[in-house]
């Protein structure tokens, strides 16, 4: 009787699945506007059985409008481990009329391990399948089911699925029946129009209708910074067989070291005699921890293992000072262990690692949103962060990788929410000193060296790890203003120790003057010119977002061709603004031209009707920076 009942509610469910057609023409035109895709139903059902049981119900139908939809939707990835298990798929195809097409069953999609370059071992599997379209519009209609054990991961309440894409329908729900309390936490809710019915800590239900596709500004916040979203924890969770307590960051700091990091510090006695002794003569805190990171840089490489509770326990220091290798948090750990020997003090600090989204954790609301390990120092000045996962990275910088965020300090008496390094504009620099002779057929030979610190550091970082011809390809990007250029001489030094990166270049290039009659004219800025052409926007949707402050100070130094003098320089210019300020001084003695130019922009965030205003000055440093010096023959 009870095989009859589930064949007969599964039949039920597929019929329901399947006559849903989602025709093109019914899409309002106000959603179509301006959209490669529609969603016309997601649908999120999620119910907690116990603190070892949940189970999520993902339904999803999309409208394709534009082929440019099909990067995003066209491949299909579902993951699933031993903890975590697909019960159903279903998915079909339909035509812009709401006909089936083509339906693909599970045994279609392709089944592959999780592991990547970087990963030794993953109990991680993907199921994918790459849908090929042989026509536009059309509808694509996929559902699945998965049973996990792993509750510390509750899904997010997060209806952003891309840009240009437009919402018809959205359903989000928990039904809790495991008698531990849920928490949830809204945010960016204020300027959407969401229907809650909240009855918790049993149940929610959250949901929105005709959202209009959002178009990517210029200069506007990540959709983590403007759209709504909800997150959600249990009071208790389970993890890979590990019950855990999230009422508060106390203590689920607790309970995390005891059950993930307690014991994993098991440093021999020879290791320990061997750091203590390679330390002796260092006097300062810094020059200990500076040592200490140079040889676990030298002795281990990254790489990851991911397999049941090793993919949130760090592996033993014992195992990394054997093998010479480790994840982020097997480094991290036997890094801490190192510093534990020498009796430093040193804290395991999980973040949300991303070099666009710079992550807040929550000091109100305990959850695992976080994918990364760094280790922090505590100091009399400041404390001193670690990355310990590249025998590349600089001491004492995280750069903008996990800089300017909150992070999760993981102590014996708890968890605590701590702040990051922070990168200001000043910061962030880059100084240029170049000198350049000009020749009188408006040819020059260049003698350029720069140094990039802060977040800049982090752009020519990897310079240091490329061959000749990289990096001549690289300069010749850089340069692009100069034509025919020849490079003579180009090397790089990357000084860890204090994060900074210095190019020097030696090289030649024709027409960097123009003869106009007898006369020679030039840019007064030799290379790396800005260049902005943005336009206003009287219609702008998003706020404005300046995500990365910077500070470039640049010196050229002209030596002109004997039989011409200086004929006419540009005015000095001083732009300054709420955003940033720009400054051009140009000099001239015994016909040698000086020119040095301060550019500077703020990280911050402004209300969209100042956007007009930012492009602007933009424009105006665009301007000046094209700024041009006339010479005239004697």
Not at 145 to 159: L, R, V
Not at 171 to 184: A, H, P, Y
Not at 295 to 312: H, L
Request: net charge neutral; hydrophobic share 35%.
């Amino acid at each position: 009787m009870i095989k009859n009942y589930i064949h007969i509610l599964l039949v039920f469910n597929l019929s329901i699945f399947f006559s849903q057609t989602f025709p093109i023409a019914t899409i309002p035109d106000s959603l179509k506007d301006n959209s490669i895709a529609v969603v016309r139903k997601n649908d999120v059902q999620i119910t907690i059985e116990s603190v070892d049981k949940m189970v999520v119900k993902n339904y999803m139908a999309v409208s394709i409008l534009d082929k440019a939809a099909d990067k995003q939707f066209a491949t299909k990835y579902i993951h699933y481990s031993p903890s975590s298990k697909i019960k159903n798929i279903d998915y079909i195809i339909l035509d812009a009329n709401g006909k089936e097409i083509k339906e693909i069953k599970r045994k279609d999609f392709m089944d592959i391990s999780a592991i990547d370059g970087g990963t030794m071992y993953s109990d991680e599997r993907i199921l994918v399948y790459n849908y090929i379209p042989t026509q536009y519009p059309y509808t694509m209609v996929f559902q699945y089911e998965y049973q996990t054990s792993n509750t510390i991961f509750m899904p997010d309440f997060s209806p952003f699925i891309g840009y240009k894409v437009g919402i018809e329908k959205e359903i989000f729900s928990i039904t809790n029946l495991s008698g531990i309390e849920l928490k949830s936490k809204n945010y960016n809710f204020s300027s959407f129009n969401i229907k809650e019915k909240n009855t918790l800590p049993e149940n929610i239900s959250l949901s929105l209708e005709n959202i209009k596709p959002i178009i990517e500004e210029p200069y506007s916040p990540t959709p983590y910074q403007f759209f709504p979203r909800t997150e959600f924890t249990l009071n208790q969770f389970m993890l890979e067989g590990e019950k855990g307590d999230f009422s508060s960051w106390k203590n689920f700091g607790k309970w995390f070291y005891e059950h993930l990091l307690k014991q994993t510090n098991d440093l021999s006695i020879e290791t320990k005699n061997e750091i203590i002794n390679l330390i002796k003569d260092k006097i300062t805190l810094e020059e200990k921890v500076n040592t200490l990171y140079k040889f676990m840089q030298n002795k281990t490489r990254y790489i990851s293992i991911q397999e049941g509770i090793g993919g949130w326990k760090p592996m033993n220091a014992s195992f990394v000072q054997k093998q010479g290798y480790g994840d982020c948090k097997a480094l991290t750990n036997y890094m801490k262990a190192l510093l534990d020997a020498s009796g430093i003090k040193s804290y395991y600090t999980r973040v949300y690692a991303d070099n666009s989204i710079k992550h807040l954790i929550d000091n109100d609301f305990p959850s695992m949103n976080t994918n990364h390990v760094i280790l922090s120092i505590p100091n009399d000045k400041e404390t001193i962060w670690l990355e310990c996962t590249s025998q590349k990275s600089a001491y004492n910088h995280l750069g903008r990788f996990t800089g300017d965020r909150t992070a999760l300090q993981m102590r014996e008496e708890g968890a605590f929410v701590v702040e990051t390094q922070k990168y200001p504009s000043e910061k962030n620099t880059e100084d240029v000193k170049c000198s350049i002779v000009l020749d009188a057929e408006g040819n020059s030979k260049f003698d350029f060296k720069s140094e990039q610190k802060g977040t800049q550091y982090d752009y020519f970082m990897y310079y240091e790890n490329k061959d000749t011809k990289e990096l001549k390809e690289k300069y010749k990007n850089e340069f692009s203003e100069l034509q025919n250029l020849e490079l003579d001489e180009y090397t790089v030094k990357n000084d860890r120790e204090i994060a900074s990166f210095s190019k020097f270049i030696n090289g030649k290039a024709t027409k960097t003057a123009k003869k106009v009659g007898n006369n020679l004219i030039f840019q007064a800025i030799y290379v790396n010119r800005f260049s902005s052409n943005i336009k206003k926007d009287e219609d702008r949707k998003l706020p404005l977002y300046i995500g990365n402050g910077m500070t470039d100070t640049y010196n050229f130094e002209y030596t002109i061709p004997d039989g011409y003098l200086v004929d006419t320089l540009p005015e000095n210019i001083s732009i300054l603004s709420e955003f940033g300020l720009y400054s051009l001084n140009i000099k001239n003695e015994n016909n040698s031209i000086s020119v040095k130019r301060i550019f500077k922009i703020k990280e911050s965030t402004h209300p969209k009707e100042k956007f007009n205003e930012f492009a602007l000055f933009l424009n105006k440093v665009s301007k000046a920076d094209n700024s041009k010096i006339l010479l005239k023959m004697k």
